[in-house]
């Protein structure tokens, strides 16, 4: 039950005159109910009245008397809690604890708290009262360390202190409780606070919990521990799953009201009680600041939602439950892997337990055949006819290499380590036109003259150490993408600066050094040290402002989106934005190449490719001919089957919903098939849905495989929408469209709900 204080005394006030009601019509007497243990059977008594109050017209009454200040502020007896749960007492702690620093008479306020039964409710409205409380008395709340150091801050004067205290009112006997072994850590803790860059924050929580005391109904992080271990094997998803899913959310509120706390001082004015004496924090935090423009501060509630990446993590933990209830693992995973000296628990603000910064090449990331080969570069490519790019993410010399390739670089060619340069780099030379027809490159003897659009579309945070980019990787999971759904390119470049900065303070422990990891041999890493100061170790976007300083013809953009699953439709939005300007601009000689990146793994570079590549069809209609002449007689293979022709029911749907539905999705098959020399989107669902049906794939398996093949089918089915939607928006004489690709969709809800039925048939 989500309700307001104002809300919870009306319907007490109307239960009060129920009461009354009933009374004067049952001789002054009412039927109340009670059950002595949750065993025992509900008895039912009659019982006279002589008075009837609500709880606040009782403690106003009280509090008149005493001067105590009394605050309705109602938590939800069970079931998930929402962020707008707790802006009431979070707001209510802030003020009441800020008063009482502005006092400065060395008094503090003695808070009592109460729930029905002084249990969890009690437990969660303390710790938060613990974190506004200790963040007073700080100039950063994650300066806190330790709970000693917690505990001593908490204190109000030499001889008395801010009480964590709590009582219980039950009865029988209370069941005894296995404490857990081994202090545990939430592994989506971890990287909730990673996306706003506040990792050094657990160990706040840490002390926060710990002082709150131990047992399921003191301590968050017991009841997660004790919940987790009464579940099945194999309950994957039922009742307990979910309900110890619910206090992992609660977690997670308290831990992001500890970053919202954070942010708050950060925010504040440096005349504040505890901005006084603070030094500069680095980065600019302005994009995940509570702070308004106007000097207010948005709720508790409305920051999260402003932080899609937050909210998102909080709606989607029952999507992988499992996965939610993921403990960080308690061993030091980085030692073994460096064998020369010892090294320590991770405790950054990104940089936390267990993560660590991994080479982005690896043996065999270059596929053979792909030409020309550029130093530097994995994977660069050319679409046929086109100024569409595609790279992996380079090394800084191949950054440089390809703006040579491209004629944005007046300097030359370098070739390094075993690398090496294309003996007829020709083949990737732009055209003077976005699409070019007839042209050959082949007696070119240098590259014409012109500029690039860069777009990393890169979602995980990167930084480069050396000449190397290095992603930044969970050590349990070192080759699987950490995901930060829904995070925006200012807050990617925030938790980069951030990520660097943990670097460099990493390096000061071990005289100027910093382990980063690779692979010796496939699937083993290994650990080594690197030079880290601040001409080694480079932001992305440091990287490409540098290569523009020093007179490259450049434009860098940043739009990340997540790896093996469809963008969402603001992504969309955000790849016209920036692409359809330069393919308008595509007059002779300017030679603009939109060129999209990411790393090893191709989906998010395919995507910009592709909707680049649409764009040209869109606004010059005799690229598709162009390319229906080059795949004839069919784009399909004569043994192609209907699924590897797309015909999927969600998609067959889609084609007899759309007024042109059918010649949009050849135009986007023809476009795959123009920008298939890493994968085509279309055959690769295929491959997902064989695995799905075959009976010799494991659970396992088969599971994935579906997880994948749904992403990439709901994709291609975005990718048909969006076909469609730039042959009905488009202004081919004005170059501008009527209306964005998300508001045309959510004018058309059946299109959502055929897209969020698909499946692999």
Known sequence: MHVSSERLDEIEERLMNDVKTEAAQNDGYILVHRQMSGDAPVEATRVLVSSVSTPRSVMETFAMDSGVQYARLPLPYAGPYLPSDLDAMIRFFLTLFESEGTANNGSGHVVVINDADGSMRTTIALNIASIVKASRTVRRLRDIKTTAMLHSL?????????????????????????????????????????????????????????????????????????????????????????????????????????????????????SSPSRRNAQPLGSDRSCISPRLDSGDVVKFSEWIENLTELRLTLERLEERPLHSLKYVDRRNLMAPTVHDRAVERRCGDVLTANFAMKADHFPGCQKKGLRPQVCGAPNFRKVPNTNVFGTAIPTIMGVYNILHVLGAYDGSLVQFGNDTNDEEMWLG?????????????????????????????????????????????????????????????????????????????????????????????????????????ENTVKTVRQVYDEAAASGCRVKFLRLPVTDEQSPELKDFDSLVEAL??????????????????????????????????????????????????MYQPSVYGANDSELSKGNYTCILQLKSVLTDGREAKHNLDLVLEACSRMQNLRTAIEGFALQVMSPDVSEEARARAHHHGI????????????????????????????????????????????HDSASLS
Not at 162 to 168: C, D, K, N, Q, V
Not at 597 to 615: F, K, P, Y
Not at 732 to 738: A, P, V, Y
């Open 154 to 270: 908490l204190r109000s004067s030499a001889d008395r202190e801010f009480s964590l205290s709590t009582s219980r009112c039950y009865y029988g006997m209370e069941e005894e409780e296995m404490l857990p072994e081994f202090h545990n850590e939430l592994q989506i803790a971890s990287v909730t606070l990673q996306m706003v860059a506040a990792g050094s924050l657990l160990k706040v929580l840490d002390a926060v919990m710990e002082l709150g005391g131990s047992g399921s109904k003191w301590n968050l992080l017991h009841a997660i521990d004790m919940a987790k271990t009464k579940l099945s094997p194999n309950d994957k998803n039922g009742p307990q799953v979910l309900a110890a899913v619910d206090l992992v959310r609660t977690y997670l509120l308290v831990m992001l009201t500890a970053a919202y706390v954070d942010e708050c001082q950060s925010a504040e004015s440096p």
């Open 429 to 533: 030379y732009a055209s003077p036109h976005v699409f070019a027809r007839e042209w050959d490159p082949s007696t070119m003897e240098k590259p014409l003259r012109g500029s690039v659009v860069w777009v990393n579309l890169r979602e995980e945070p990167i930084i480069y150490v050396g000449d190397r980019p290095f992603v930044f990787r969970d050590m349990q999971a070192p080759y699987v993408n950490v995901e930060l759904t829904g995070i925006e390119s200012d807050k990617v470049e925030h938790v980069e600066n951030a990520l660097k900065a943990d670097i460099l303070r990493e390096g000061e422990q071990y005289d100027g050094n910093f382990i980063v990891h690779d692979e010796g041999k496939p699937g083993e890493l290994v650990g080594f040290w690197e030079v880290a100061n």
């Open 580 to 629: 359809l300007p330069e393919v308008l601009a595509a007059a002779p000689l300017k030679n603009p190449n939109p060129l999209c990146s990411t790393a090893r793994w191709e989906e998010a570079a395919l995507t910009g490719m592709v909707v680049c590549s649409l764009l040209i069809g869109a606004m010059f209609p005799d690229y598709y001919s162009f390319l229906n002449d």
């Open 711 to 754: 992403h990439y089918l709901q994709r291609y089915f975005d990718l048909i929408a969006f076909t469609s939607y730039l042959e009905e928006c488009l202004d081919k004489e004005r170059g501008t469209l009527s209306r964005s690709f998300e508001a045309w969709m959510v004018d058309r809800p059946e299109l959502k709900a055929l």
